[in-house]
């Protein structure tokens, strides 16, 4: 039998042998005819010839990913052709599809783990591929997501990239929907936590972002089939989401508090050399730290850790906020003074060791937090 494809190519076709079943190949000869499939060797993936003639290949979840558009055509088959072409034949044996690979060399194709289909030599060598390269849509608990890896949606139209730049960005198809604006940061992964936080850390293990949802338990967070990125408790029940899905108008977002400024302006300064006296920009002791942190803010407070304790108004220590300043005393005397986080944590100009670093509340500080402003 002789068969035209496009381009005038014409060749000869000769009766097909069927594909072994549960196999991620189809060898030159073979054919896969209606309701068989090829499956990917880790079995997660699958390309299906399908009983209405198109050929899909599906995700895990069933999700297509690829397909030939030749619904309609009941009763067609793939083969993979002696020429090196992948052809989709209809019922009646007229070429509807094929991969354009005549005279490559090709002898295979190939269902990857990866998620991708590709046709390839006997060297091996590619010269076909769908371009469908696979990803995971989630992570989970206790998983962290490296520079250069993806969250790809089940549909494969949206992914969420950690960047080398330090940046995390929601991507969809008319370009970046969101991201955590940490670019030049120096973020190397993005963690879901134990205690229900999204965090991006350096390579020293500081933060650089956070979700602000700690407290809310284990869970995961998924890149989802509506451009929606979200972070899920074990209940699945919403903790944090990019508000990314068709139709949302976000709301006003509110303007940072100073305490809120403080806070990032302290964060932007972790990993500096602590220098007694110093006030910045380029070293700080601990007064000196907490004195740029508000006037970031637009708060003026007095120069040294005792006068701030004396001049600035106190809360109890068990109501502090992000922003607030923590105080510790020695012989007597305020000594030392830092930047309350939230969660137990500050950050803080300790020592020539050290420098600015964040770390826990530690010792005996005293019974009150000081709030410059608000």
Not at 15 to 40: D, I
Not at 299 to 304: D, F, L, Q, S
């Amino acid at each position: 039998m002789v068969v035209v494809l496009g381009a005038g190519l014409v060749v000869g076709l000769a009766p097909a042998a069927g594909a072994e079943a549960g196999t991620s190949r189809l060898r030159v000869g073979e054919r896969l005819s209606a309701g068989q499939w090829l499956a990917s060797p880790g079995g997660n993936l699958r390309l299906e010839m399908q009983h209405d003639g198109n050929l899909v290949l599906y995700a895990p979840g069933g999700n297509p990913r690829w397909h030939t558009h030749t619904d309609g055509n009941a009763g067609a088959w793939l083969t993979m052709q002696s020429d090196g072409n992948l052809v989709l034949y209809s019922a009646d044996n007229r070429a509807l599809w094929n991969s354009q690979t005549p005279g490559s060399g090709g002898s295979f194709v190939q269902v990857q783990d990866d998620g991708n289909v590709v046709v390839y030599t006997a060297q091996p060598r590619a010269v076909w591929q769908s371009g469908t390269t696979y990803h995971p849509s989630r992570i989970t608990t206790g998983q962290t997501l490296p520079a250069g890896q993806r969250l790809q949606s089940p549909n494969g139209a949206y992914e969420a990239v950690m960047q080398s730049d330090g940046n995390f960005v929601l991507y969809g198809p008319t370009g970046w929907m969101w991201q955590s604006g940490t670019s030049g940061t120096g973020a190397t992964r993005l963690a879901v936590q134990t205690d229900g936080n999204l965090v991006l850390y350096d390579a020293a293990g500081r933060w650089t972002w956070q979700s602000g949802t700690a407290g809310r338990g284990a869970g995961f967070l998924q890149v989802q089939d509506d451009g929606n990125l979200v972070m899920y408790d074990a209940a699945s029940r919403w903790t944090w989401q990019s508000y990314t899905y068709p139709g949302y108008q976000p709301p006003t977002v509110p303007r940072a508090t100073p305490g809120e400024v403080a806070v990032a302006f302290a964060t932007q300064q972790i990993g500096k050399p602590y220098v007694w006296g110093a006030t910045g920009p380029n070293a700080y002791d601990c007064s000196g730290l907490t004195l740029k942190a508000w006037a970031a803010a637009g708060v003026a407070i007095p120069r040294t850790s005792a006068g701030q304790y004396a001049g600035l108004p106190r809360v109890p220590r068990s109501q502090a906020r992000p922003g607030d300043i923590v105080a510790w005393a020695s012989g007597g005397q305020i000594s030392h003074v830092a930047i309350y986080v939230g969660d137990n944590k500050i950050i803080e100009a300790a020592n020539r060791t050290t420098g600015v670093r964040l770390g826990t509340i530690w010792g005996t500080p005293q019974p009150y937090v000081l709030r410059p402003a608000g």
